[in-house]
């Protein structure tokens, strides 16, 4: 049976795992949270909510995995920008049938990655209600100032980048993925960086979100999209393709850089993970699929499976 | 019938409401927003989520007041730490029956009221369901350098303010309520603040939050109580003094200070809203209440009235 819980209990709870934060801040237990000042970085904020039946249900998911999602999605928007994640908030609305032990769960997930990212818990609220499970977290980041990379800077010619492999997310990868912040470090510490997303809503979407905001097109060629093992070999090449495209929730860094750094990074990927150039930034607007004979067809989230 | 909407709609829609803002930020559409250095001064972080049926109903609240209200609760926490506010994330759980117009009125009411207070809406996450609505808000807000105001700075033989009046929120007060960003602001002007919090649970409550945070005791004296018109005139003296000491959402600021200070507060009130000498810290533990024959009760949340 599920224990009572309050409140408070569990604010205790939480705070007893989370030690003093290594930032110098205020902890859990006053109005807000206090952060001293940043000099000479800017401050990134992140927020997501996540709610049950919409981004996780139970089963796949475990109490412990739906809270280490919602913050692994935000540190993805962290990376997304290139910036260090420092400290979350926490908001809860917990099923009141599920107790207490399920409420603690939720925390532990999300505190157990918290500290692989030296991320601290510094604030949050806890409710309880007949509904089901909504989490809120909302990341704060920090970045050099005018260091952070937006979707905004893709040039034409760019070469466009994706980390790691694409599609079939859904079925059980997005509880579990690494959100890609070492990774973004790396790479901003070795090229120049122009625009830069995180893949949540997956390729041809959120390429058209740098596309855009850079006022720019691309091409990306068929033949070099990383199709992962996650998506069926049951499939037919065309629907497999389809699936690295259009599906949600990789995670992936989805980015651009300069010809000359482009072929850098394929010389000597710094990453442990596959890097690989998907296609070009072009100065007219519009994103095109480059099928293997060199014709090119709009590349849309949906509907152009039988073009292939 | 309510109009279909999508994700991305509603977000230009509420960008377009949300003029370039006037702390040099980043506006939505990247992956987070991003906030210049603050120098000099340290980050508040509130964060508090509001779920349809527990924080508030339809009606008596209207979409409007729901979002207005979502955001007035973390600008009261805010002010509690004597803040200044700057910029709002915005989490929605939206009820897909209800549509864009709805959707377009919470944030209408949210965005409305942020303008009183020169906060920015700089971000957010937008989501549709079959569950009602939930609305979280991430507020950023900065202060001088270690002068905010704590909850575990009271000192004994302080004594013991609140600002307005209490009791009977919850009727309809708690939709419309004013945030004491202001008031915050002129008494951190005027003089050397103590602890503070937002009553936000009630006066019992959250003066036990000043105590425990500061290891200290209180005595409260029920006549000096400031119970609200709200209160309905048809209860007894003894319910009346109950719910003023009882009743949550009142979010007036309780804080201490010395009793130089607060015999200057008392002669020149430096607010345009009542400002009451409530009682004193005591260095004794324990929070009391002083009846009108200058006999001790233990001041309790609830359970107490039968003594008066």
């Known amino acids: ?45 992140a927020t997501d909510m996540l709610m049950e039946g919409t981004h996780f249900t139970f089963p796949p998911a475990t109490p412990e995995l739906a809270g280490r999602k919602a913050l692994a ?19 809860l609305a917990l099923p009141r049938s599920r107790g207490a032990d399920f409420a603690k769960a939720v925390m532990q997930g999300l505190i157990d990655l918290a500290k692989e990212y030296r991320t601290e818990v510094i604030g949050g609220d806890t409710n309880s209600w007949e509904g089901p499970l909504v989490i809120n977290v909302a990341l704060l980041g920090t970045a050099p100032q005018t260091k952070s990379i ?37 790479l901003k510490e070795t090229v120049s960086l122009h625009a830069m997303i995180d893949i949540s809503d997956g390729l041809a979407s959120d390429l058209q979100h740098i596309l855009t905001e850079s006022g720019m097109g691309a091409v990306i060629r068929s033949q070099q999209i990383p199709i992962s093992q996650r998506v069926s070999s049951e499939l037919s090449a065309a629907e497999r393709l389809q699936k690295a495209v259009s599906d949600g929730e990789d995670f992936e860094l989805l980015f651009t850089v300069s010809p ?44 152009w499976q039988h073009q292939l």
């Open 1 to 45: 049976m599920a224990a009572a819980f309050n409140e408070f209990e569990l604010i205790d709870w939480i705070q007893s795992r989370c030690p003093v934060p290594p930032h110098d801040l205020l902890s859990i237990g006053d109005d807000t949270a206090v952060v001293p000042p940043q000099p000479g970085r800017e401050l990134l904020l």
């Open 73 to 91: 999605v935000n540190l993805s928007d962290i990376a997304a920008m290139a910036g260090e994640p420092h400290s979350a908030l926490v908001s």
């Open 150 to 186: 937006m979707r905004s800077s893709a040039h034409a010619g760019d070469w466009i980048f994706v980390t790691g492999e694409l599609g079939g997310s859904l079925a059980s990868h997005h509880l579990t993925f690494t959100p890609r912040v070492r990774e973004a470090a790396i």
């Open 260 to 303: 000359e750094e482009g072929q850098r990074l394929l010389e000597q990927n710094p990453l442990a993970i596959p890097l690989t150039h998907l296609g070009e930034i072009t100065s007219e607007e519009g994103a095109f699929l480059e099928k293997e004979d060199g014709s090119l067809i709009p590349l849309e989230r949906t509907g």
